[in-house]
């Protein structure tokens, strides 16, 4: 039983941990011009009230 789970933990978990990963970062959805826009204009606003 034990080197069933040692086979899981040194050959199987990295690869899980890897497809997750690469699952990730292909569902990572990307901003539009304008959500871009906004946020940018949104980081400028904070920033301008901070050094005020």
């Not at 080197?3 to 690869?15: K, Q, S």
């Not at 990307?30 to 050094?51: I, N, P």
Request: charged content about 35%; overall charge positive.
């Amino acid at each position: 039983m034990i080197e069933y789970l040692w086979f899981f933990a040194v050959a199987i978990a990295p690869f899980l941990v890897f497809a997750v990963v690469i699952y990730a970062l292909l569902r990572r959805r990307r901003l539009s011009a304008g959500e871009q826009a906004e946020r940018d204009e949104k980081t400028r606003e904070l920033f301008e009230d901070r050094h005020r």
